[in-house]
């Protein structure tokens, strides 16, 4: 009888395996570092390990949460809050602590795969342009006037220094640790989940069912704290919804659709991301016919049906201009291979008419709106000619105010083009006794006092010049509701508006309606002199924007601080434009002007060339591509037309933590897929 043999397996110890060869150092490596640890450089990653990129990619966007805060608002001349008010938040703060976390994960990941495995920087275009970005983010925080609030960033938004650090950080991190299919199967299952999911939030929202106005919705929204009456958040929640009214009052009106991320150009603007990913995938689906399950078609159908509900409800033109972008990028580039894709297309195509057709109620106003303010439509009306209104009222006109200035001995203003200044007469003690007012060549305007209205306190007086009648009259009178400087005020009035200005024996200052007194001067401003309006008064926002892009050239005023330094003071502009005088711009409704302003022209400059590389290398890529039933070709293709749709769209959109995490998540995931298709060819 034969002995058997015992065979002896020996074990690959990660710490005896041998260095990699010279050969796979060389300038043909995918890697530009490599620690040589097990399991290998080319073995997957775990995918545990991409948990939180998948987090941070696909459901980052689904947290809502109140949490109350103060913020040292007392420096702020145009906000009521002071350092102590309580400030609540639904939709940003815990995002922003969510993003946090991920980061940390990542890097608690990347010193554990340096230590213990193999850990290898795949080579990528993407680093330089992250990094300088990066650099100009930190720089902008050092030198930033507004820490406080550049730090974690502004009320409502909180996106700021740390949180543009981990969007960086994270995209590192998938760029080097997707590297099989699997693993960019593993990022679209949670996708689809999370875009299905605020799909049918927003579906809720649009049928007047809005999960967040019921009971447990508003208590997933609240921690169970007591008030000071005894009775807790809960319990009133119980007891409103027995009344039939929700607790928690939104301003969202009219079945807006808003999800989960604050602003309803915010549900176009990440759909833009998802529609053309999932469609391509339904295409791919569609034309592998029996080799896809019938189920895996309907699901792709009825999801991509959702998002584009949501796109279309939500209403924002911005998503449109998104949406009609992807649609020009792939006419342009896949061409033919239109043609081989009818029948999915059409599917697509229907889909898409059919729910066009079901909201057209909520999308109609909005492309009308959007196209008169484009094309000028809305532009502001010439002022009347003066001799024209010689019949009007003293005082009944609403003229165009082209800027305010406070001077110590006068009050400089411009009506219509039509310069005019208010002097205060002082006593030998400093008494406020009377006021002149002097025309465009320094000579004096009459006055003519008019009839007190009953009750009316103190006299009101009409300039006798037919080029400031109609549109204001001049009072004076002692100040009883303020413990400024000075004792008296003069008052302008035009329709609409009272402007107080207190006169003390220093200075003149412009007293707004918190009360607090603001040096006035003209506002630069560049561009859409008559189209103030221009996409919802994005028009008068940029325009005193881009004055502001000459100081933060190199260093931006600190990430998310643009309603700091907006020049709230422009109320001569906001009232002369149409919207609300003391409204607060709080930010620039353009990405790209908000990292200009924030974190600087060359950071921005580093942005654009990180998207710009990619799109570039994406359009050769997929201009060429076979498709056939490439998964990766199909995926890959899917997310560069979102990405090119949502820059599209960041012309007219914020950044924000609600979208910025599946962007990012994204577009790493796009720069490996680019990575793994080139490699093939």
Not at 232 to 245: C, H, K, N, R
Not at 353 to 382: C, I, K, M, Y
Request: aromatic letters at 12%; charged letters at 15%; one cysteine or more.
């Amino acid at each position: 009888m034969m002995q058997k043999t015992k065979k002896t397996r020996v074990r690959k110890d990660s710490r005896t395996r041998p260095a990699l060869p010279a050969s796979s150092r060389n300038e043909h490596t995918p890697y530009i570092l490599a620690m040589s640890h097990a399991p290998g450089i080319d073995e997957p990653t775990g995918p545990g390990q991409l948990l939180p990129a998948i987090f941070f990619s696909s459901f980052v966007i689904l947290i809502v949460r109140m949490h109350t805060y103060t913020r040292p608002m007392s420096r702020f001349f145009w906000t009521p809050q002071t350092d102590s008010s309580s400030i609540p938040d639904f939709f940003s703060y815990y995002k922003m602590l969510a993003i946090f976390l991920c980061a940390m994960a990542v890097l608690i990941l990347l010193l554990y795969r340096i230590t213990t495995q193999s850990f290898a920087i795949r080579r990528s275009f993407a680093y330089l342009p992250m990094a300088l970005y990066a650099l100009c983010v930190t720089a902008s925080y050092q030198f930033s006037d507004y820490k406080a609030f550049a730090l974690l960033g502004w009320n409502d938004r909180f996106e700021g220094t740390l949180v543009l650090l981990c969007y960086m950080l994270l995209l590192f991190y998938i760029i080097n640790s997707v590297r099989t299919e699997k693993h960019v199967k593993l990022f679209l299952r949670p996708l689809a989940a999370a875009g299905g999911l605020l799909s049918l939030l927003g579906l809720s929202q649009a049928l007047d069912k809005d999960f967040f106005r019921t009971a447990l919705g508003q208590k997933l929204l609240v921690p169970n704290t007591t008030g000071p009456s005894g009775v807790t958040l809960w319990e009133s929640i119980d007891a409103a919804a027995q009344q039939g009214e929700p607790f928690l009052k939104f301003t969202f009106q009219n079945r807006q659709i808003y999800q989960t991320v604050y602003n309803i150009n915010y549900v176009s603007f990440y759909l833009t991301l998802l529609i053309p990913l999932f469609g391509m995938l339904f295409i791919r689906a569609w034309n592998r016919k029996k080799e896809e399950s019938a189920a895996v078609k309907l699901g792709l159908g009825i999801l991509f049906a959702l998002l584009i509900y949501n796109l279309i409800g939500s209403a924002s033109s911005g998503g449109f201009f998104g949406l009609g972008v992807i649609g020009l990028t792939g006419l342009i580039l896949l061409n033919k291979k239109l043609l081989e894709w009818a029948r999915p297309l059409f599917i697509l195509f229907v889909i898409t008419g059919l729910v066009a057709g079901v909201t057209s109620d909520r999308w109609t106003p909005e492309l009308q709106g959007a196209f008169r303010s484009v094309t000028g439509a809305t532009a502001l009306e010439e002022p009347a000619d003066p001799e024209t209104l010689t019949q009007a009222e003293a005082g009944t006109v609403k003229p165009v105010i082209n800027y305010f200035e406070t001077e110590p001995e006068r009050i400089a203003l411009s009506l219509n083009g039509h310069p005019l200044s208010i002097a205060p007469q002082r006593s030998p003690e400093g008494q406020l006794t009377g006021f002149t007012v002097l025309d465009d060549k320094n000579l004096p305007v009459s006055l003519t006092e008019l009839p007190a209205e009953q009750g009316a306190s103190p006299s009101r007086y009409a300039l006798d010049d037919v080029r400031y009648r109609p549109y204001l009259t001049v009072s004076m009178g002692p100040v009883v509701d303020t413990s400024a400087i000075g004792a008296y005020a003069i008052s302008l009035h035009t329709p609409g508006v009272t402007w107080d200005f207190i006169v003390s024996a220093e200075d003149i200052l412009y007293r707004n309606r918190m009360g607090r007194l603001v040096d006035l001067y003209p506002v630069e401003h560049i561009g859409f002199e008559n189209n103030p309006d221009f996409g919802s008064w994005r028009g008068y926002i940029w325009s005193r924007s881009f004055p502001l892009l000459k100081q933060t050239i190199l260093l931006g005023t600190g990430a998310d601080t643009y309603c700091a330094a907006f020049p709230q003071e422009d109320y001569a502009g906001k009232y002369s434009t149409g919207a609300q005088y003391d409204i607060v711009v709080d930010k620039p409704h353009n990405l790209y002007l908000g990292a200009a302003i924030g974190t600087g022209v060359v950071s921005l400059l580093a942005l654009l060339s990180l998207f710009g590389i990619y799109l570039f290398t994406s359009a050769r890529l997929y201009r060429k591509a076979a498709f056939g039933d490439d998964f990766l070709t199909f995926v890959g293709s899917g997310i560069f037309f979102g990405i090119t749709g949502f820059l599209a769209a960041a012309l007219v959109n914020d950044s924000s933590v609600s979208v910025m995490p599946m962007f990012y998540g994204l577009l790493g995931l796009g720069i490996v897929i680019n990575d793994m298709l080139a490699k093939r060819s």
